[in-house]
Nanobody, 125 residues
Framework: QVQLVQSGGGSVQSGGSLRLPCAASRPISSSHCQAWFRQAPGKEREVVAAISNRGITTLTTSSKGRTTISQNADKNTMYLQMDRLIPEDTAVYYC???????????????????WGQGTQITVGN
């Protein structure tokens, strides 16, 4: 089992930045795919960025150019950095992970075993 604990979040002005940490209860960077999802009101949960157990990052089309996903293995923590925020970025953001013995990183929410509690990000005009 892995517990994921998120912190940060809140209100941000349009054009601002956010950095969200997600702390795992044990080291998982070399054995799990980790990702950030978000869900806006009335919309499906969508992946924002992912990082494989080999450190390969994937960014979705909507976040490319504004998003960085990273991890600090020593602290068992993954981060999401988003810049130049727009109101359409308003959503609840979740970190997630699943064990991937064979490597790779799928982007479907149903593949992820472990989830953080979610953090509301509201981007104002």
């Amino acid at each position: 089992q892995v517990q994921l604990v998120q912190s940060g979040g809140g209100s941000v002005q349009s054009g601002g930045s956010l950095r969200l940490p997600c702390a795992a209860s044990r080291p998982i960077s070399s054995s799990h795919c980790q990702a950030w999802f978000r869900q806006a009101p009335g919309k499906e949960r969508e992946v924002v960025a992912a990082i494989s157990n080999r450190g390969i990052t994937t960014l979705t089309t909507s976040s490319k150019g504004r998003t960085t996903i990273s991890q600090n293995a020593d602290k068992n923590t993954m981060y999401l950095q988003m810049d130049r925020l727009i109101p359409e970025d308003t959503a609840v953001y979740y970190c997630a992970a699943y064990a991937t013995p064979s490597g790779g990183c799928r982007m479907r929410p149903n593949d992820f075993q472990f989830w953080g509690q979610g953090t509301q990000i509201t981007v104002g005009n």
